[in-house]
């Protein structure tokens, strides 16, 4: 009798665990002591446009797709950028979870201090330029990027700031690779 109990309990465990398995997984909720914030540069415009706010160009597009790509699983709760075009067009396939549009605010000042009121467990992407992803770094983390760091379209800066002050920063590439020209 208990035999059959225990393998009774025993098949159970193994279908339970099987179902288990089979079940889609989401991304696992960022811990509410930590807060993380993704810096990109706006992918390729168009440096031959005249006027002063390029397009993206087709190399830009491509780019803003694999970002979108890149960053499917991750609950982005907001998404900064400044009032030009080439930032705006790299915003345009993120899922939008974080909102149906983007936050436009064009003074790094006034994004470090949007970010730093995200809330805790939050995550939020920050679509900057050439010469903003330094002040944003060094904003964020107290640290200066490297002397020549090149700040170009492949590259992505993922900050993780915890309550007790500590900020990490992990560098990486997404999208075809981009040649640095010295």
């Known amino acids: 009798m208990f035999r059959i109990a225990y393998t009774i309990l025993g098949l159970?465990?193994?279908w339970s665990c099987g179902l288990a398995a089979a079940q889609p997984r989401s991304a696992p909720a960022p811990p509410s002591g930590v807060k993380?914030?993704?810096?990109?540069?706006?992918a390729e415009a168009d440096a031959t446009e005249h006027g002063g706010d390029p397009v993206l160009t087709a190399d830009g597009r491509a780019r803003a797709l694999e970002l979108a790509r890149a960053l499917t699983d991750t609950p982005l709760r907001s998404v900064y950028t400044t009032h030009y075009q080439r930032g705006r067009q790299t915003a345009e396939p993120l899922p939008?979870?974080?909102?149906?549009?983007?936050?436009v605010i064009d003074k790094v000042a006034a994004t470090l201090d949007a970010l730093r009121a995200e809330p805790?467990?939050?995550t939020a992407l920050v679509i900057?330029?050439?010469?903003t992803v330094p002040d944003l770094i060094r904003g964020l983390t107290g640290q200066a990027l490297?002397?020549?760091?090149?700040?170009?379209?492949?590259?992505?800066?993922?900050?993780?700031?915890?309550?007790?002050g500590v900020a990490s920063l992990l560098r990486l590439r997404y999208g075809a690779p981009v040649a640095i020209v010295k």
Do not use: C, L, Q
Request: glycine share 12%; net charge positive; charged share 25%.
């Open 36 to 42: 993380t914030i993704i810096v990109v540069r706006h």
């Open 12 to 14: 159970y465990g193994v």
């Open 128 to 131: 900057g330029h050439s010469n």
């Open 146 to 164: 490297p002397d020549g760091e090149p700040i170009i379209f492949d590259r992505m800066w993922i900050v993780t700031m915890t309550r007790d």
């Open 96 to 103: 939008r979870r974080a909102g149906e549009k983007p936050t």
């Open 120 to 122: 805790w467990g939050a």
